[in-house]
């Protein structure tokens, strides 16, 4: 089971449509899969409520919610003990308390979804210095997650402004002790672009169930719109990528 971690310490930032976007492409995979609601603002587990209702959700998808750490660890317990999924999302509080200690005892990967702000390269640090620390609290480190950033709602055409954000976190040592930096940051090779899909996603249900609904109510020509193969070819683009962090990491 691959068990992924959605942190930043801040909102807004896209950690609830990254979980959502994975979800959709692992759904459309066949795989079972399950996700823990750990944010106060409960974003995910109220989508999977309307995907439901809507009927675009996935019987294969186990969801949960807590903000209790402990409870989060039972759970996760329980999802491992069972041996059927192949995915588990966690979906954090914004924020870089002790509890994401809990959490990240039981991550594999930990993605720090940002959009491309300086404001969000700048939360994006502070979340990877605070795994990073974690290393002097943790009885083993190399049995600490990966961190990646997930760049999130990027336009097709970078900005100047775009490109030299991205040169920064490839070319300069972000991540270790504020005043003596000595790591890069990691960025996922693969992005969320801005699409009205993810909108419609985040509004009413899983991708791929969507695509299926909208299919069967319309005739043959207008089957398939790009706007959504297009889309849900770019989320398996991010959980292959996911997936292979996980395999590399697992021949160290």
Same mark, same amino acid.
């Given at each position: 089971?691959?068990?992924?971690? !959605?942190?930043?310490?801040?909102?807004?930032?896209? &950690?609830?449509?990254?979980? =959502?976007?994975?979800?959709? #492409?692992?759904?459309? %995979?066949?795989?079972?899969?399950?996700?823990?609601?750990?944010?106060?603002?409960?974003?995910?587990?109220?989508?999977?409520?309307?995907?439901?209702?809507?009927?675009?959700?996935?019987?294969?998808?186990?969801?949960?919610?807590?903000?209790?750490?402990?409870?989060? @660890?039972?759970?996760?317990?329980?999802?491992?003990? @069972?041996?059927?999924? @192949?995915? *588990?999302?966690?979906?954090?509080?914004?924020?870089?308390?002790?509890?994401?200690?809990?959490?990240?005892?039981?991550?594999? *990967?930990?993605?720090? $979804?940002?959009? *491309?702000? &300086?404001?969000?390269?700048?939360?994006?640090?502070?979340?990877?210095?605070?795994?990073? %620390?974690?290393?002097? =609290?943790? &009885?083993?480190?190399?049995?600490?997650?990966?961190?990646?950033?997930?760049?999130?709602?990027?336009? $097709?055409? +970078?900005? /100047?402004?775009?490109?030299? !954000?991205?040169?920064?976190?490839?070319?300069?040592?972000?991540?270790?002790?504020?005043?003596?930096?000595? @790591?890069?940051? /990691?960025?996922? $090779?693969?992005?969320?672009? &801005? =699409?009205?899909?993810?909108?419609?996603?985040?509004?009413?249900?899983?991708?791929?169930? /969507?695509?299926?609904?909208?299919?069967?109510?319309?005739? +043959?020509? $207008?089957?398939?719109?790009?706007?959504?193969?297009? #889309?849900?070819?770019?989320?398996?683009?991010?959980?292959?990528?996911?997936?292979?962090? #996980?395999?590399?990491?697992? /021949? =160290?």
């Amino acid at each position: 089971m691959l068990t992924i971690s !959605l942190m930043n310490q801040k909102g807004g930032a896209g &950690k609830s449509t990254v979980a =959502r976007a994975l979800l959709s #492409a692992a759904d459309g %995979r066949g795989m079972r899969c399950a996700f823990i609601d750990a944010d106060q603002t409960g974003n995910l587990a109220s989508w999977a409520m309307r995907a439901s209702e809507n009927g675009l959700w996935s019987t294969r998808i186990d969801g949960y919610q807590s903000i209790d750490p402990d409870e989060v @660890e039972e759970i996760f317990d329980e999802i491992e003990a @069972e041996r059927e999924v @192949e995915l *588990l999302i966690i979906d954090t509080a914004g924020d870089a308390s002790r509890d994401h200690d809990r959490i990240a005892s039981i991550t594999d *990967l930990v993605l720090c $979804p940002i959009l *491309l702000s &300086k404001s969000d390269l700048d939360t994006a640090r502070g979340t990877a210095n605070y795994l990073f %620390r974690m290393r002097d =609290r943790a &009885k083993d480190p190399a049995l600490l997650p990966e961190f990646w950033i997930a760049l999130n709602q990027v336009t $097709p055409r +970078a900005t /100047k402004g775009d490109a030299e !954000l991205i040169r920064t976190i490839h070319n300069y040592p972000l991540v270790g002790q504020s005043d003596d930096p000595v @790591e890069h940051m /990691k960025i996922l $090779p693969t992005t969320l672009q &801005k =699409r009205e899909a993810y909108r419609t996603m985040d509004f009413e249900g899983l991708l791929g169930r /969507k695509l299926t609904q909208h299919n069967e109510s319309t005739q +043959a020509f $207008p089957r398939n719109p790009k706007h959504l193969t297009d #889309a849900i070819a770019e989320a398996d683009t991010v959980l292959d990528a996911c997936f292979q962090i #996980a395999k590399e990491r697992s /021949k =160290r």
